[in-house]
């Protein structure tokens, strides 16, 4: 199984804030990487897919990056409603598999 | 409005079963693959199998956590997706997501409905 490793596990920061999560694969998966976003109670909201393509509706302030191994997802001007918990997954091979999450909050 | 609505959660004792179903709207079930994702009570995603659409011979994967205790069918006439767990572990305890995996160069997740619970315990 591919394992997932997303950094850090929890970041805190501010309205305005530009972060950066990582999430490194244990072997390589292409650009077959997709991000998720997920709230307190709700279910997971697809953001970026292909390792850098932007679901629609999601706005411009988040981007993807990567290939191969590593991969990056980046939030700039954080806003109140992005305060949330983050995951990354690959889709490259069977099984599908995820990372643990990043805990994004307010600091 | 793509809609993915899931239901038959409940108590259940280890060893028991339980079919969940999830009712799709707003666009074409049979153009797409469908998954099972389920996440423990604080815990990350994990995910369950996946049903192929039928070019592909309504095949099915799953993770290795589930094999041979769970089944995924689905009803395109009726646009529903089933999960079908049998040999219940406490261990499956989950919130269990029904999900729809984008079609054309991903096969990410796109949608997911808003998740039913499965306890298992005695």
């Known amino acids: 199984d591919i394992q997932m490793t997303q950094s850090p596990s929890s970041l805190s920061a501010s309205i305005g804030d530009t972060v950066t999560i990582t999430c490194r694969a244990s072997?390589?998966?292409?650009?077959?990487l997709a991000w998720y976003q997920q709230k307190p109670e709700k279910a997971p909201k697809s953001l970026v897919y292909?390792?850098?393509s932007l679901e629609s509706g999601v706005p411009s302030r988040f981007s993807g990056s990567g290939s191969g191994t590593d991969f990056t997802l980046t939030i700039s001007s954080l806003q109140p409603e992005d305060f949330a918990t983050y995951y990354c997954?690959?889709?490259?091979?069977?099984?599908?598999?995820f990372g643990q999450g990043t805990r994004l909050e307010i600091k | 409005e793509v809609q993915l609505v899931e239901s038959g959660g409940g108590l259940v004792q280890p060893g028991g079963s339980l079919r969940l179903s999830c009712v799709a709207s707003?666009?074409?079930?049979?153009?797409?693959?469908m998954d099972w994702i389920r996440q423990a009570p604080g815990k990350g995603l994990e995910w369950v199998g996946r049903?192929?659409?039928?070019?592909?011979?309504?095949?099915?994967e799953y993770a290795a956590s589930v094999n041979g205790r769970f089944s995924i069918s689905r009803d395109d006439s009726t646009y529903s997706l089933y999960l079908h767990m049998n040999s219940l572990k406490t261990e499956d305890t989950a919130m269990y997501y029904c999900?729809?995996?984008?079609?054309?160069?991903?096969?990410?997740?796109?949608?997911w409905g808003q998740g039913t619970l499965v306890t298992v315990s005695s």
């Open positions: 999900v729809r995996v984008k079609t054309g160069v991903a096969y990410n997740f796109d949608y």
């Open positions: 707003g666009f074409t079930f049979s153009d797409h693959y």
């Open positions: 049903v192929r659409k039928k070019p592909n011979g309504y095949t099915t």
């Open positions: 072997q390589g998966i292409s650009r077959s």
């Open positions: 292909g390792a850098s």
């Open positions: 997954q690959q889709y490259g091979s069977y099984p599908v598999t």
